[in-house]
């Protein structure tokens, strides 16, 4: 099983309608279950106040009603300084999640919010939460996370969403790759006590090199996932249902497992401090597709599927009757 990479949660298989199907044979999400097993319980409390997420090792405040309203981005950095200044419930490890600690949480099967069904938090409203990574195509602009169905995009700095602030650390989860901190105006900065992703550096560290050619694809030293080496052959526009008999064609002649990546699969290839496309430096393929399915339903609108947009990084959703993404095929280490 791949280290490093988190079950979304999907657990039944849906046709491009969007209706219930058997999930034999088929190379769906919920029929492959790739990921780390989750532990059950998922959550432990840790007192009163504070839960523990066992699968990642991060602490989250159990009451968001803590933090009630929307604020900007430099406030909400602010406000975990403060946190810290003040040893919140105990703590003075606190900070804001990176897009990865953040995304950590979303059940992609699950909808208002899109967390675990056993998830115990109180206090959430279904809306943007912010994360401490800045997105590198546009620095003034930091990644968020909506709770009603797991998407995550940016918004400008001087915009106002929630904060939901973590503490602890995961070695499960990989770095964000970010290594630069940006101001509200996308500016370049010192990031000694900003709080930022990049003064962080909360995750695992990704081996160097991270990647190396094997046979048929390119295999992530961090993951374990072997990538297909040459995704322009299997790019072509296709509807979702499509893209997963594209990469069933592919295993006819081919030694190798290939199936369509879930979204944890695809957004562990982003390094976040690239764009155009956010792959990392050292990733041989360089001429990618705007837009790549995944094989997760949303767990929203079920017609919907989880895409990654390759070139800033966002994770997204498509309709499924949408012959405009393409697929990536990926495969396991044997």
Request: proline fraction near 7%.
């Amino acid at each position: 099983m791949s280290t490093h990479i988190l079950k979304t949660g999907a657990k039944t298989c849906y046709d491009g309608k969007g209706l219930p199907i058997s999930c034999r044979s088929s190379l769906q999400d919920a029929a492959l279950g790739m990921g780390t097993s989750v532990p059950e319980p998922r959550f432990a409390p840790l007192g009163d106040d504070l839960v523990r997420d066992r699968l990642t090792s991060l602490c989250w405040p159990l009451d968001l009603s803590a933090f009630p309203y929307p604020v900007s981005w430099s406030e909400g950095l602010q406000i975990v300084d403060e946190l810290n200044r003040d040893g919140f419930l105990g703590r003075n490890d606190w900070r804001m999640p990176n897009r990865r600690e953040l995304r950590s949480l979303i059940w992609h099967s699950a909808r208002n919010p899109a967390l675990p069904p056993d998830h115990p938090f109180r206090g959430l409203q279904l809306t943007w939460y912010w994360t401490s990574t800045s997105s590198a195509m546009h620095p003034r602009y930091a990644w968020y996370i909506h709770l009603e169905g797991g998407r995550m995009f940016w918004g400008r700095k001087d915009q106002f969403f929630m904060l939901w602030p973590v503490c602890s650390r995961s070695a499960v989860l990989p770095r964000t790759g970010q290594m630069e901190c940006f101001d509200k105006r996308g500016a370049s900065m010192e990031c000694r006590n900003s709080g930022q992703d990049a003064e962080a550096l909360a995750g695992a560290v990704w081996p160097g090199p991270r990647f190396e050619g094997v046979n048929e694809g390119i295999r992530d030293r961090l993951t374990g996932l072997i990538w297909y080496a040459e995704p322009d052959i299997v790019a072509l526009p296709a509807d979702w249902e499509e893209g997963l008999e594209i990469v069933e064609a592919l295993n006819r002649d081919s030694r190798l497992n290939w199936h369509p990546p879930n979204i944890n699969e695809l957004e562990s290839l982003v390094d976040a401090s690239r764009h155009s496309p956010a792959l990392p430096a050292d990733f041989p393929v360089r001429d990618t597709e705007e837009v790549y399915w995944s094989s997760t339903t949303s767990g929203f609108e079920t017609d919907w599927a989880f895409a990654l947009y390759m070139h800033k990084g966002a994770v997204g959703v498509g309709h499924k009757s949408h012959a405009g993404f393409a697929v990536w095929p990926v495969a396991e280490e044997e």
